[in-house]
């Protein structure tokens, strides 16, 4: 890896599909409820349809408001990795890290999330990283090998565990 820091940020992504989403089913159903029998529909305010897609949209909103508010995002650098958002940073040197392990992790069905564990030596549990979570989740994953070198651990992809 060359002497650089490279800044991957949290993806956002999902969060403008939702909203965009929500808005135009809520936009969809006041159209449809406005042209067929308005007076078969509970009032405005008494709505559950309503009530339940407008809130759906406002929490996405508020989420989508809060993440840009915390611009949470990694930098890797030669020497070490920091995890940055608005309420904190946290740096962990190459000197602290037990084991870098690469690979896919496994949820619940059939889905396969690669994700990236840091081990450190001075902590039970591992730092764990979605790749997907951030932009150019692919070059984060390259970057992340190279930078861990002699530490890195791959997982292969039939070795992973199962949950019962």
Do not use: C
């Not at 949290?10 to 909203?19: E, P, V």
């Amino acid at each position: 890896m060359d002497e650089e820091k490279r800044t991957y940020r949290a993806r956002l992504d999902f969060l403008y599909q939702s909203i965009a989403l929500y808005a135009t089913t809520l936009v969809i159903y006041l159209v449809i409820r406005s042209i067929v029998a308005w007076h078969a529909f509970p009032t405005l305010w008494e709505d559950p349809l309503l009530l339940l897609l407008s809130a759906i949209t406002l929490i996405s909103v508020f989420a989508l408001l809060y993440n840009l508010f915390m611009r949470r995002q990694i930098e890797v650098t030669p020497d070490a990795l920091r995890f940055i958002s608005r309420a904190r940073e946290r740096t962990i040197s190459r000197e602290e890290i037990a084991y870098v392990q690469l690979g896919p992790s496994r949820s619940r069905g059939r889905t396969r999330i690669r994700s990236v564990k840091i081990g450190l030596k001075k902590q039970r549990r591992p730092v764990r990283i979605r790749l997907s979570n951030f932009e150019h989740g692919r070059k984060l994953y390259a970057d992340l090998r190279d930078w861990a070198g002699p530490l890195a651990r791959l997982t292969p992809a039939g070795d992973a565990r199962r949950t019962p």
